[in-house]
C-alpha cells in the first residue's frame, strides 16, 4: 500500500496536506488547553471560598468546645459559636460547588473546542487521502492483473483529453488504435492513467 504519489509535485501535495492537517488539529488541541487554563483560574475563588470557610468552621469549633468549659454559661456561650461555624462550612461548600461548576466548564468547553475543529479537519482531509490511497491499490493491482493494461488505456481515453497530446497518435486514431490491440498504444495509454493516479510506470 502505497500513501504517497510517486509523481513528485503531486506527492509534494500531499505532503503539504498532511502537514496542514496535523499543524491544524496541534492548533486546535494547543487552543483548547489554553483556553482550560484560562478558565480554570476562575476557580480560585472558590478554593480560597473553601480554605476559608474551612478554617473558620474549625476555629469556631474549637472555640465553641472551649468556651463549652466555662462553668454555668458554657453551654449558653456554645451554641452561637456551633452555628457560626455550620455558617462557615456552608461557605466552604459553596466554594467546593464553584470550583465542580468551573471544572465541569472547563472540560466541555475544552471537549468543544477539541471535537469541532478536529472532526472538520479530518471530514475535509482524510477522504480524499483515504480515496487516493485506495485508487492507488486498485489501479496498481489493475496494472497487474491479466488485461489490466488495456482497462488502464481505456481509462486514459474516457477521461480529459489533455493528457493524451503527448502519445503519437495513429492515422486512425487511439480509440481505434485500442480496439485493435495496438500495444503500443495501450502501453502508452496505461502509463497515462497510471500519471493521473499519482503512479509511476
Not at 471530514?123 to 485506495?134: G, Q
Request: proline content about 7%.
Amino acid at each position: 500500500m502505497r500513501l504517497y504519489a510517486q509523481i513528485p509535485a503531486r506527492r509534494s501535495r500531499q505532503v503539504l496536506a498532511d502537514l496542514v492537517a496535523v499543524a491544524l488539529i496541534a492548533a486546535a488541541v494547543w487552543f483548547a488547553l489554553a483556553v482550560h487554563d484560562a478558565i480554570m483560574r476562575l476557580a480560585e475563588p472558590g478554593r480560597r471560598m473553601q480554605s476559608a470557610g474551612g478554617d473558620l468552621a474549625t476555629g469556631l469549633d474549637n472555640a465553641g468546645d472551649a468556651a463549652s468549659e466555662v462553668p454555668l454559661i458554657g453551654g449558653l456561650l456554645k451554641k452561637p459559636l456551633q452555628s457560626a461555624a455550620e455558617a462557615g462550612t456552608g461557605l466552604s461548600d459553596a466554594g467546593q460547588s464553584l470550583q465542580h461548576t468551573v471544572e465541569n466548564l472547563a472540560t466541555l468547553t475544552t471537549l468543544a473546542l477539541i471535537v469541532l475543529p478536529v472532526t472538520f479537519v479530518l471530514v475535509l482531509w482524510l477522504p480524499p487521502r483515504m480515496l487516493w490511497i485506495w485508487r492507488g491499490v486498485t489501479t496498481r493491482r489493475l496494472l497487474e492483473a491479466p488485461g489490466g493494461a488495456d482497462l488502464l488505456a481505456l481509462r486514459a481515453l474516457t477521461g480529459p483529453p489533455g493528457d493524451l497530446k503527448a502519445i503519437p497518435v495513429p492515422p486512425a486514431g487511439l480509440a481505434d488504435a485500442w480496439r485493435r490491440g495496438d500495444r503500443q498504444v495501450i502501453a502508452a495509454l496505461s502509463e497515462v492513467a497510471l500519471r493521473r493516479a499519482g503512479l509511476r510506470p
